[in-house]
C-alpha cells in the first residue's frame, strides 16, 4: 500500500499498512547497534527497541513547501528511564517523530547522508528526557541544525493514547529564527541502547496539513 495522500483540507496522511515498505517506509539502522523492530498491524506502528536504536523514514516522492501544522497520536507502554537529550551517549528516548526540511534538489540523498547536509533542518518531536514539556534543545548528533522539542517527558503517563497537534512553521521559527523551505521527509524513531533499556511505542494518524 502506498502512501496515501488525504486532500481534505490539503492534509496529507501517511499510512501505516501492514507492509511497510510498500507503504513508502524503509528502516534505518546504524552500525554496530541492534535495529529498532518496526512492525504494522491495523494502521497502527509498533515500535520495539532492546538495546537498539534506528529510523522508520519515508521520504516525499516530492518535495513540498513546507506544512503548516502536524497531528498524531502515540503511546508509550514501557521507555527508558529520563535522560539528558542534549548528550550524545545519553540522548536515549522511547519514540520521536522527525519532520526534515531541506532544499529540494537534496530530496533523493539517502537518510544519513541528508540528515548531515550543511543545509538540512531537523525538528524532532520527542516523548522521552528529562526536561520539560515543549523544552527546544539541540541535537547532540546535529548540532544546531537539528532540535528537539519535548511534548512529553519520559515521565509522562503510560499505557495511554496522547493526542499531539503542532504547529510546524512555528516552532521551525523558534528552532532556526527564519522560515522553513521544503519539507522532504518524515520519520519515526526509537532509542535505547545507551541506557541499555527497553521501548514499547505505538503511533497512529500521523499527518500534515498545509
Known amino acids: 500500500m502506498l502512501l496515501i495522500g488525504v486532500n481534505l483540507a490539503h492534509a496529507e496522511e501517511f499510512s501505516f499498512g501492514d507492509d511497510l515498505r510498500a507503504s513508502g517506509w524503509r528502516t534505518v539502522s546504524f552500525a ?8 504494522a498491524r491495523g494502521g497502527i506502528l509498533e515500535v520495539a527497541a532492546n538495546n537498539a536504536a534506528g529510523l522508520l523514514w519515508h521520504a516525499l516522492k516530492v518535495p513540498r ?11 508509550v507502554d514501557q521507555g527508558v528511564r529520563p535522560t539528558d537529550l542534549t548528550k550524545r551517549g545519553e540522548d536515549d528516548r522511547a519514540i520521536a517523530v522527525y ?12 537518510p544519513t547522508a541528508l540528515l548531515s547536509t550543511s543545509t ?8 522521552g528526557g528529562n526536561g520539560p514539556r515543549a523544552a527546544l534543545l539541540p541535537s547532540p548528533h546535529m548540532g544546531q541544525r537539528g532540535k528537539f522539542i519535548i511534548l512529553r517527558p519520559a515521565d509522562a503517563p503510560k499505557q495511554q493514547w496522547l493526542h499531539e497537534s503542532v504547529d510546524l512553521t512555528a516552532d521551525y521559527v523558534r528552532a532556526f529564527s527564519h522560515l522553513p523551505n521544503h519539507l522532504l ?15 514499547r511505542a505505538q503511533i497512529r494518524g500521523l499527518k500534515i496539513d498545509r
Not at 65 to 75: G, H, L, N, R
Not at 188 to 199: A, F, I, L, M
Request: hydrophobic share 50%; aromatic share 12%.
Open 120 to 127: 538540512t533542518r531537523a525538528l524532532v518531536y520527542v516523548f
Open 32 to 39: 554496530k547497534i541492534a535495529p529498532v523492530a518496526f512492525s
Open 185 to 199: 521527509a518524515v520519520a519515526v524513531s526509537s532509542d535505547s541502547d545507551d541506557t541499555r533499556g527497553r521501548n
Open 99 to 110: 519532520f526534515v526540511f531541506g532544499e529540494a534538489s537534496d530530496a533523493a540523498k539517502a
Open 65 to 75: 513547501p513546507a506544512p503548516a501544522t502536524a497531528q498524531w497520536s502515540w503511546k
